[in-house]
Nanobody, 123 residues
């Protein structure tokens, strides 16, 4: 399984970014997939996950601002981020469960991880 994130960068507060995660060795529409983030010195936290039926779970801090989705044609996981704030600054990681029935039951750590893409939001 290989997950490659892209789309991170520097953006002003209130701006938007679109993160993508190109997957190989796993079909994004088959398993629980998710986005997580980590700030230096803090534990990694779940941002959003999506099940094979399209149902989603979001962290309270990003609800109504972030949208997780899959692009089946490109086998890619996407995270649209709007109204970004400096508190969203972090390394963002794509993750895949890679086994099981394909349903996410919470913002739990998954089995396969990408290398991350950095998001910096300036005030």
């Amino acid at each position: 399984v290989r997950l490659v994130e892209s789309g991170g960068g520097l953006v002003q507060s209130g701006g938007s970014l679109r993160l993508s995660c190109a997957a190989s060795g796993v079909t994004v529409s088959t398993y629980c997939m998710g986005w997580f983030r980590q700030v230096p010195g803090k534990e990694r936290e779940g941002v959003a996950v999506i099940s094979k039926d399209g149902s989603t779970i979001y962290a309270d801090s990003v609800k109504d601002r972030f949208t997780i989705s899959v692009d089946n044609a490109k086998n890619t996981l996407v995270l649209e981020m709007d109204r970004l704030t400096p508190e969203d600054t972090a390394m963002y990681y794509c993750a895949a469960e890679g086994l099981g029935a394909g349903y996410c039951y919470g913002l739990y750590e998954l089995n396969y991880w990408g290398q991350g893409t950095r998001v910096t939001v300036s005030s």
